[in-house]
Structure formats: structure tokens, C-alpha cells
């Protein structure tokens, strides 16, 4: 009940395209689901985040959704830039408590010029 | 603001040794939380500590410790190392360790031999 599955593994999308990266969690507790990018050589870094009582949001080009009957949420990279390529974690916890966070696996993203 | 700060950047250690990584959060943070991570694993929890003490724990044998001392820094430590564990360490820290915002470090990148 305390995974967070996150896919695809790895994408490569082309410059201008749109990146699309899903993640499912099973723990109906959860209300805070954030996304972390992270550059080599740097720790992640908070991308945006989402609470279940909004199906969207949206911070530039980055756009979460969230499905909450289907216990999903995804990331959405419009008109994808090579500053993107990094890789993107999806993560899950409550908010009313002290719950670690629990993290995707991490989806590697090339967006080819 | 200075961010998290993790020494030393770059270890190397032989197998059978000791190794102990510093973490230093951001002012006012309490919370600290440890990573591993290695390549397709993504993050692996290690330990929470808030306030001095360890509040969350993951699945890690009781060779990696940890400890918080009353300025919020913290320390985390391999005992007789393996192979296994070469692996970039990651800490983060968080206001109040409510499931708010991770800060990460740069991390520690740990190689055995």
C-alpha cells in the first residue's frame, strides 16, 4: 500500500513535443503528491506539486494531473525544451502527518534538439 | 539563504571501512531526511531525524546510522562497507518534516573499492 509506481523508465522526446510521465499510488491517505526534477550532479529539486482537492495544475509549461478515482497522477512537459533532459520523480505522502515521502522510481527524459 | 550542504563531496573507500557523510540544512529546517541513490534504483529512504531524534526509518541494515545534533546537522555513517554500497547519498531538509518541501544537497557520491 505504500508504493508509488512510476513509468516510463526512460522517454525521449522530440524538442517542441510534449513529455508525458504517469505515476500510481495505492494508499488512499495520500494528499500531497509533488514532482522533483533532477539535473546531474545536483539533488532534486520541487517541480510542482498537487493536492487531490484540484484535477490540474498548471506552472508554465508543467502541468500536473490528477485522477483521483483511478489513483493516478502524471506530469505533463509542453513544447519540451533540451533544458528539460533531466531526470523527473513522482512522489506521494499525507500532509497531516509525519510521513516520509514515498518516491517513484524516476523517469529519465532526453528531449532531442 | 544557503542551501543544504553535504561534505565531503567526492569519498573513496575500501571494502571493511567506515564512513562517516555530513549534512548541513538549511536555517531553520529541523528536518533531515538521507537518501540513497544509484542508478535504476532511484531514491532509497534511509532515516528521518527531527529534532535529534529518528522519526522515520527505511529498509536499510543497521550498518548505516545516523544522529542529529542540536543545530539541526547531521551525520549519517556506513559501518564495514560493501561494494553494494557505492552510491550517491543524498540529504534533504524540511521546515517541519510535514511532508512540506524536500531541500536536497548536492550529495555525497560514495565509491567503494
Known amino acids: 500500500q505504500q508504493q508509488v509506481k512510476q513509468s516510463p523508465q526512460s522517454l525521449i522526446v522530440q524538442k517542441g513535443g510534449i513529455s508525458i510521465i504517469n505515476c500510481a499510488y495505492e494508499?488512499?491517505?495520500?494528499?500531497?503528491f509533488p514532482w522533483y526534477q533532477q539535473f546531474p550532479g545536483k539533488g532534486p529539486a520541487l517541480l510542482i506539486a498537487i493536492r487531490p482537492d484540484v484535477s490540474e495544475k498548471k506552472e508554465g509549461r508543467f502541468t500536473i494531473s490528477f485522477n483521483k478515482s483511478a489513483k493516478q497522477f502524471s506530469l505533463h512537459i509542453m513544447d519540451s525544451q533540451p533544458g528539460d533532459s533531466a531526470t523527473y520523480f513522482c512522489a506521494a505522502s499525507r500532509m497531516d502527518s509525519n510521513y516520509q515521502l514515498i518516491w517513484g522510481a524516476g523517469t529519465k527524459l532526453i528531449i532531442k534538439p | 539563504k544557503a542551501g543544504v550542504t553535504q561534505t565531503p563531496r567526492y569519498l573513496i573507500k575500501t571494502r571493511g571501512q567506515q564512513v562517516t557523510l555530513s549534512c548541513s540544512p538549511i536555517s531553520g529546517h529541523r528536518s533531515v531526511s538521507w537518501y540513497q541513490q544509484t542508478p535504476g534504483q532511484g531514491l532509497q529512504f534511509l532515516f528521518e531525524y527531527f529534532s535529534e531524534t529518528q522519526r522515520n526509518k527505511g529498509n536499510f541494515p543497521g550498518r548505516f546510522s545516523g544522529r542529529q545534533f542540536s543545530n539541526s546537522r547531521s551525520e549519517m555513517n556506513v559501518s564495514t562497507l560493501e561494494l553494494g554500497d557505492s552510491a550517491l547519498y543524498l540529504c534533504a531538509s524540511e521546515r517541519s518534516g510535514g511532508s512540506n518541501e524536500q531541500f536536497f544537497g548536492p550529495g555525497t557520491r560514495l565509491t567503494v573499492l
Open positions: 494508499n488512499t491517505a495520500f494528499d500531497y
